[in-house]
């Protein structure tokens, strides 16, 4: 809604550096202030139960504003394979059911494995995201991008993070890891998504 006041600094729900310095690179000319979690020490990590995109971004953005009573950018990405019934979709961090340094490992070849085994099923896949901009208790905004493609069975490309070494874009006929970040960070679901939120910001 244009009746919400455009925000003097945001913090952006993630502990992930490679989202933090994406959204970051992207809101960098506006006139707002992008914080992180390292700036609240104590911000609580809620649990994502949440059974869609749209939940779980809002669990993480409603306990920040709480938190630190400054507006909250939160975000639930993922990747979508429609042959697999939206699998890995919300559960797409933990997909294999590893964490730590090898879980995006573990997560790319747990869905090549499936894949490979049901040769008959369609590689079509898309990441999708969905941002949530919380600006007080009883007002969010909310966009969604999202990023369509292919899975491949060999990684490809140094660049990027999750799924991104066996995410095939037609366009650039490279994977999301073989393209730099200045190249990724205008076709990305998030991108996407960060440019309707910046349109909407300039608007506010």
């Known amino acids: 809604m244009s009746s919400a006041q455009r925000p003097k600094q945001i913090v952006v729900c993630t502990h992930n550096a490679h989202k933090l310095e994406e959204i970051g690179a ?3 000319d506006l006139s707002i202030e992008v914080l ?32 630190t009573g400054i507006p909250a950018l939160a975000d639930d990405s993922g ?12 559960h797409s961090a933990r997909y294999a059911g590893v964490t730590g340094p090898i879980k995006d490992k573990a997560n790319r070849d747990k869905l090549v494995q499936v894949l490979q085994a049901n ?24 966009f969604e991008g999202q990023c369509n493609g292919e899975i491949i069975d060999d990684e490809r490309g140094e660049h990027g993070f999750g799924y991104d070494p066996i995410f095939f874009y037609p366009p650039e006929q490279k994977t999301l890891a073989e393209l730099p ?9 998030r991108a996407h998504a960060i440019v309707q939120l910046r349109q909407w910001l300039k608007n506010a």
């Open 79 to 90: 990747l979508v394979v429609p042959a697999l019934n939206g699998d890995p979709g919300v």
């Open 26 to 28: 992207m809101l960098q």
């Open 181 to 189: 970040p200045t190249i990724k960070n205008t076709i990305s679901h």
């Open 119 to 142: 040769p008959e099923l369609a590689r079509q896949a898309h990441f999708h995201c969905s941002l949530v901009l919380r600006l007080n208790p009883d007002h969010y905004e909310h």
């Open 36 to 67: 992180s979690p390292k700036d609240f020490p104590g911000l609580p990590e809620p649990e994502e139960t949440g059974d869609t995109f749209l939940a779980n971004a809002l669990i993480k953005a409603d306990s920040a504003l709480a938190f």
